[in-house]
């Protein structure tokens, strides 16, 4: 009866929704959300999918469905996820072109850095400089999900990614060391800025104001803005498209 449980599993989908961004977990704008029956699909519709996404895909169509490929089982039968995360092992596997447009959505991010080096953001108002922590994350976030399907990492956290790649030949552990320090110092700004928001009746953003950190916080962040610089160069140099 796969209309019946298409019905069931989009109610289901949409409920969890909801009750997400009740308590604080904002729809998402592109409505990559399971209460969308676009993605309320069975097993075999979703290898389909992967299958299109790695095989077809160019780097604009790789940059929305990228995500999916951070899927992980919460509840239910945890096969199902394993053996879809087998087929894109499978399917991915020396697969140059997937990856050279997989790099490709990572590495069109360019940092907001001026060129005598100043962080360059967007104004509001004349004494504002505001740049979007979500944005400076994506290339780190981006550079760990890479690397993660190249070898076959199972993990999805970014984090827990970056740990399992340690001992990959061309990603040194001082690197990778130097990239979850960015990752981290990049969430606690993000996440200190939204606490004081909240605290302050006010909506949570992803934005702050460069003008209003201190000279080490705006050393720290310009130095996290270079090595996402060298997160881009390395993927360049590591995913070229060659067959």
């Not at 394993?82 to 072109?97: F, Q, V």
């Not at 790099?103 to 069109?108: A, D, E, I, K």
């Not at 999900?145 to 040194?172: C, D, F, H, Q, W």
């Not at 004081?196 to 803005?225: A, F, R």
Request: aromatic share 10%; charged share 25%.
């Amino acid at each position: 009866d796969n209309e019946g449980v298409m019905e069931y599993f989009t109610k289901l989908g949409k409920k969890i929704n909801d009750d997400l961004d009740r308590v604080g977990y904002n729809y998402c704008h592109g409505n990559f959300m399971a209460g969308n029956p676009e993605w309320c699909l069975p097993l075999g519709a979703w290898k389909e999918l992967y299958s299109n996404w790695v095989n077809n895909s160019d780097p604009q169509s790789l940059l929305d469905v990228s995500i999916f490929f951070d899927f992980r089982p919460v509840y239910g039968e945890t096969g199902l996820t394993k053996e879809l995360r087998e087929h894109i092992n499978k399917i991915t596997r020396d697969k140059a072109t997937f990856y050279y447009h997989l790099s490709q959505t990572v590495s069109r991010f360019k940092p907001p850095v001026g060129i005598f080096g100043q962080i360059v953001g967007e104004h509001d108002s004349p004494d504002s400089n505001l740049v979007d922590i979500k944005k400076i994350l994506m290339p780190v976030t981006g550079f760990a999900r890479i690397y993660a399907i190249k070898m076959m990492v199972p993990e999805t956290n970014t984090l827990e990614r970056l740990e399992s790649l340690r001992g990959t030949e061309g990603l040194p552990d001082a690197f990778l060391d130097e990239t979850v320090q960015a990752y981290n110092m990049l969430m606690t700004s993000r996440l200190s800025q939204q606490a004081k928001q909240l605290m302050d009746g006010e909506d949570p953003l992803n934005t702050i104001d460069v003008n209003q950190l201190t000279d080490i916080e705006k050393s720290t962040l310009k130095k996290v803005l270079s090595l996402i610089n060298e997160l881009n160069i390395k993927l360049k140099s590591d995913f070229k498209g060659i067959l």
